[in-house]
């Protein structure tokens, strides 16, 4: 028997569970409406392939690919779709992937509380792994970017707070390599984009103060008689206990010796297990929606165990099986089925998913 690899990836899961936990709509109907798309392409595109009689390839697929958009046919792109609105301009992956690459970084990013200087920085190192950003006069201009506004603009809070051209002087005394003038530039543009992306997302921004209160809940000492596991109050599909989270999996998210400080708050963690680390709203945010993805997916690999089949490994939001090569399209066909339809739990998020068969990794 010949084995292959199955391999499926769930899209822009954080994504879509950040909206759904938030209850962000409009988010939400953009995955909706991008998902349909992308479902009449795939039919539409699988319709060419059988008209042809065999797999097709690369050239014949970009072949059937410009074939359907000179239709008006065309997947479904949900970080196009926002960066359109963001940018102001019609944004694709094909003709303008920086803007796309960008759209992508503010939703993944900025959607767990970013502030503006940790964007800017962000963008400068190169951000999830894309090429390095660097905004100038133009997009300042293009965006309508008070740069001078921005400079003696209060940063922090109190009477002695500073201003954000001391911010970015700051930035530079650490180790920033662009003059103070092109900096500041930069970190004025990410400035607007970071509120672009609070504006259009209000509920999102919204939970990270709502998580900022759990917190509390969290950390306040149990009281005389109280059980640790005692439920304090329910946030969304979640439980809230001393210290901690319980899923719809039954599984906890556990802070240990949480507790409010200077900062904010506190608890145990990092490698040790015995160092103290930050919580704020935004990061509590990030957590929940992290391990609920990860709950997901773990839910839909165990889906496809129970079809009988050879799950191999699992890398973040992507699974990858082995399976008689003779069964690799049938079995890709169940997998996708079963990314796209999500638990019992969480019955009205939408989910999508893509993949491949083949014999090597990198051939899916």
Known sequence: MSATLVVVDSGQIEARVAAWFAKESGLLASFKRNDAKTLVYDAAFAERVRT???EPTKAEAKAIGRELAEAGIETGDFYSDEGSKFFMMRVSKSETPTERQLSKNMILGLGFSMGAFTFATNL???????????????????FSVDVAAFEVRKYGWGDDASTCGDRVRDLIANGARLPYDALLIHCAVADH???????????IAQCWRSCEQVLGVMARPLEEGEAPDAVRMEFGCLKVIHRGLVKPSGLTLHYPGLRKSSGGYAYKGGDSGREWVSAYGGKLFENIVQSLARDIVAEQMLRIRADGHRVAMCTHDEVVAVVDEALGQQVLDQALAHFRKPPDWCADLPLNAEGGVGRSYGAC
């Open 193 to 203: 984009f970071t509120r672009r992306y609070r504006d259009s997302n209000k509920r």
């Open 124 to 142: 400068l190192a190169g951000m999830l792994g894309s090429d390095p950003v660097q905004f100038t006069l133009v997009e300042a201009s293009k």
């Open 52 to 54: 042809l009689g065999h």
